[in-house]
């Protein structure tokens, strides 16, 4: 145990020192820190603020104001639900609400147990031609029905199924 939590700072230490433990690197940093975590852990940003020599409010203060940062953990798989006008219209809550049931999700757990999706909604795609829309790890899929995503779901866990398989 103490090695994976050496190695997670030995990480941390190598992000700070590429940026000369500049506190006015902050953003690049977190942003350095939340590719390698898929989000922003307390203990990493209390760590960064020791290392940075500034408040550990300095550092909580930008992951939160940024709405790129997280602090809590996303799946492998980050499924964003349009929820503009034009999506909303043509039913996208339909969507999100067959995702969560067949998820196991809800309002207060947006990422599954196995880590493998988070589902979130977003205010607009600018994919409007195509509502409503959905979005996987950046790749837009539009004219979605509940069924239709719960599809893409299962051949998502299907793909990830095969890959350990194959490994």
Known sequence: ??????????KVCEILDRHERNPHHL??????????????????????STALGIPPSSVY?????????TLEPKGKYIIRICDGTACHVKKSEDILK?????????????????GLFTVETVACLGACSLAPA???NG?????MTPDST???????KKQEQEGVENV
């Open 139 to 143: 790749e837009v899929h539009g004219l």
């Open 98 to 114: 067959a995702l969560q049931k067949h998820l196991g999700l809800g309002k207060n757990k947006k990422t599954t147990s196995d």
């Open 134 to 136: 959905v979005v996987i």
């Open 1 to 10: 145990m103490e090695d994976i939590i050496t190695a997670k700072f030995d």
């Open 27 to 48: 953003i690049a940093i977190l942003q350095e820190l939340q590719a390698e975590y898929t989000y922003l852990p307390e203990e990493i940003m209390t760590y960064v």
């Open 61 to 69: 203060g930008v992951a939160t104001f940024y709405s790129h940062f």
């Open 150 to 156: 719960i599809k893409l779901i299962e051949d998502i």
